[in-house]
């Protein structure tokens, strides 16, 4: 039987959000999520749900990692924070 997991995913892109929840079901996971693109949307979550784990994406426009890192160092949270960036990903596949 397949691990729960509650994963809180802050991303803007839906389609980068599912590769995330995807990689970790075939890690063996029963993901359940729930994403969100904003601050507000970023502290009620916290605030209603307990969570296993956090993943940010670096780059949202009006948000993103450093903003997200900040709300969640002010909740004083125990909660494994992990950072991406699809910015980084596609830069590593040009040809240079």
């Known amino acids: 039987m397949a691990q729960s997991l ?3 995913v802050v991303e803007d892109s839906v389609e ?3 590769l995330i929840v995807q990689e970790l079901c075939v890690g063996g996971f ?3 999520t729930e994403r969100v ?16 784990l ?10 993103g990692g450093p903003a997200a890192l900040a709300l969640y160092q002010r909740e ?3 909660i494994p924070f992990i950072m991406v960036s699809g ?3 596609r830069l590593s596949q040009l040809k240079w």
């Open 16 to 18: 980068d959000a599912f």
């Open 76 to 78: 004083d949270l125990d």
């Open 54 to 63: 956090i993943i940010i994406d670096y780059s949202i426009p009006g948000f």
């Open 37 to 52: 693109e904003s601050t507000g949307a970023m502290q009620t979550a916290l605030e209603e749900q307990t969570w296993d």
């Open 87 to 89: 910015v980084m990903a």
């Open 30 to 32: 029963d993901v359940i």
């Open 6 to 8: 509650r994963v809180l």
